[in-house]
T-cell receptor, first 115, second 114 residues
Framework: KQEVTQIPAALSVPEGENLVLNCSFT??????LQWFRQDPGKGLTSLLL?????REQTSGRLNASLDKSSGRSTLYIAASQPGDSATYLC??????????????FGAGTRLAVHP | EADIYQTPRYLVIGTGKKITLECSQT?????MYWYQQDPGMELHLIHY???????EKGDLSSESTVSRIRTEHFPLTLESARPSHTSQYLC?????????????FGSGTRLTVV
């Protein structure tokens, strides 16, 4: 059974710091890994999608890496800003029985960036 | 603009009422999903559909039901709402090409049953 773990569960940092959020998964047989952002009481916004054959993806101040063999991904946020405050979710897309595939989520990292 | 829409955004309703949460997408995706999320907790898959007239239950048992009569529409229904159904419900869709594209989520419906 695929399990996704995110560390740390919560993080509070001053503005300007570079951050690393960690995600680990137990089964390396994944199609892709997706990082999302969720603001309180809102839906999910996709940040980065890494295919199983890729090592990293970048978008602006965000960089996500994937090491499928070790079951790890990191989300790097450069020069953090108060507007980055949100919960960051890691999710892996996996094959399940019957040929179906599903997105399995971690519990998230709650990030607070203070001025 | 292609997107996924959920209505209502917020709903407060009395116990025993029947409710339908709407989800529509304009991206032509064949796969659609419903996730349930309690405050501060993980998302859990409760229903999914791989196309018209195809629906399956997800990992988390739910008293809700879904239907998929049209590709773009995936409503979720609770026949008799209870306080235990209070939660946030998130709808998502994905392209049929597994591994190529990710999931797109709606803004969610926050349901409170009193």
């Amino acid at each position: 059974k695929q399990e996704v773990t995110q560390i740390p569960a919560a993080l509070s940092v001053p503005e300007g710091e570079n951050l690393v959020l960690n995600c680990s998964f137990t089964d390396s047989a994944i199609y892709n890994l997706q990082w999302f952002r969720q603001d309180p009481g809102k839906g999910l916004t996709s940040l980065l999608l890494i295919q199983s054959s890729q090592r990293e993806q970048t978008s602006g101040r965000l960089n996500a890496s994937l090491d499928k063999s070790s079951g790890r991904s990191t989300l790097y946020i450069a020069a953090s800003q108060p507007g980055d405050s949100a919960t960051y979710l890691c999710a892996v897309r996996c094959l399940f029985s019957g040929g179906y595939n599903k997105l399995i989520f971690g519990a998230g990292t709650r990030l607070a960036v203070h001025p | 603009e292609a997107d996924i829409y959920q209505t209502p955004r917020y709903l407060v309703i009395g116990t025993g009422k029947k409710i339908t949460l709407e989800c529509s997408q304009t991206m032509g995706h064949d796969k659609m999903y419903w996730y349930q999320q309690d405050p501060g907790m993980e998302l859990h898959l409760i229903h999914y559909s791989y196309g018209v007239n195809s629906t399956e239950k997800g990992d988390l048992s739910s008293e809700s039901t879904v239907s998929r009569i049209r590709t773009e529409h995936f409503p979720l229904t609770l026949e008799s709402a209870r306080p235990s159904h209070t939660s946030q419900y998130l709808c998502a869709s994905s392209d049929g090409r597994v591994g190529v594209y990710g999931y797109t989520f709606g803004s969610g419906t926050r349901l409170t049953v009193v």
